[in-house]
């Protein structure tokens, strides 16, 4: 096991962000941002590399950070098939690989074809990736259903091919409400640490909420609830009308968290508790803890699905917390 390093050069880890979206991850891993009051302190990341194939939601990304983003395929990008001659390379080395990799096929709310779509096959671009660029760490996420996919087999292939590059694999379920996302949001988070560089297991961070003091939805959006359309960035909502019983068209109740924000909702996000409109795209922005400098682009309901796709930034923020220390601490 390696010694103890001591942090007082500032060291900075270089990541190469994949499936980024609008950047909820990278957010969260950047950190220097503020959500209900609380500032989440810059953590020691750089975005080297950022991919995304939304055009719109690399729109976002580049709008929001001066981190690089390429817009494309990973796919054709890994074959040296970039979408543009000034698109920058994917580095050959970083320290840390994240990638938020498509996860509606995996969804207990989607159709679950898992390894049977092109959209589930995604994964083997990030075990690619990290094959070809060796990071000290990589960080995977997707849905709680990825656990029952298959019987349970679908995260054992991935754990599989990850494990075979010569990476400790763990993987454990989150729920983002523990770490003070106001979203009923369980989420798998899977973690590989490089044997070759002698990196012990990953340690997991220890929820700071507990189901009695989440935070709740008054808490989190109730400033919005009497403002005007548009007075804040980015609040605008669907005028789509309710259809009892459907997905989406339930109310919302303040005293409890949110639903997950879905990034496939076609129009039905959640009415407000006051029942007179939908959310707006700020208050599930708000519901999935992005800062309310972040802006989205270029529509309402480009910013739905964005705001539905990303990983919680204050989520995120925990993560890149723990993988901080851990890499403090061993990689030398």
């Known amino acids: 096991m390696n010694k103890t390093i001591n942090k007082s050069n500032n060291k900075k880890y270089s990541v190469v962000s994949l ?12 950190g220097d941002f503020s959500f209900l009051d609380k500032k989440y302190n810059s ?44 698109s920058p390379k994917i580095p050959q080395t970083a320290d840390v690989v994240l990638g938020g990799f498509p996860c509606q096929e995996f969804s207990l709310a989607g159709k679950r074809r898992g390894f049977r779509s092109k959209r589930g096959l995604l994964y083997k671009s990030m075990v ?10 990589f960080v995977a996420e997707n849905v709680k259903g990825l656990l029952s996919m298959d019987n ?43 044997k070759k560089r002698n990196l012990p297991t990953f340690e ?34 669907s005028r789509a009308k309710m259809f009892e019983g459907t997905q989406g068209n339930s109310v919302i109740s303040k005293d409890k968290i949110g639903p997950t924000m879905r990034a496939e909702h076609h129009g039905n996000i959640e009415f407000h508790w006051n029942r007179k409109r939908r959310l707006s795209a700020r208050e599930a922005a708000r519901i999935q803890t992005f800062p309310d400098d972040f802006i989205f682009y270029p529509s309402t309901s480009s910013a739905y699905k964005q705001i539905g796709n990303a990983v919680p930034p204050v989520l995120g923020w925990n993560i890149a917390k723990a993988v901080e220390i851990f890499l403090d601490k061993y990689l030398v």
């Open 152 to 194: 349970g087999e679908a995260i054992k292939t991935i754990v599989k091919d990850f494990s075979d590059l010569g990476y400790n694999v763990v993987y454990k379920l989150h729920h983002a409400a523990d770490f003070g996302v106001p979203q009923n949001r369980e989420r798998v988070i899977i973690v590989g640490t490089d």
């Open 19 to 30: 499936f980024s979206g609008c950047g909820g991850l990278d957010l969260g891993f950047k």
């Open 204 to 237: 997991y961070p220890n929820p700071i909420h507990t189901k009695e003091n989440w935070i709740n939805l008054m808490q989190a959006i109730g400033d919005l609830e009497n403002k005007l359309e548009g007075e804040v960035e980015n609040h605008y909502w």
């Open 128 to 137: 690619e990736t990290v094959s070809r660029i060796r990071p000290a760490l």
């Open 43 to 86: 953590r020691s990341f750089e975005i080297k590399w950022a991919n995304d194939f939304d055009s719109n939601a690399c729109m976002t990304f580049s709008k929001n950070f001066n981190d690089p983003v390429v817009c494309g395929d990973i796919v054709q990008i890994l074959k040296g098939n970039y979408p543009d001659l000034l």
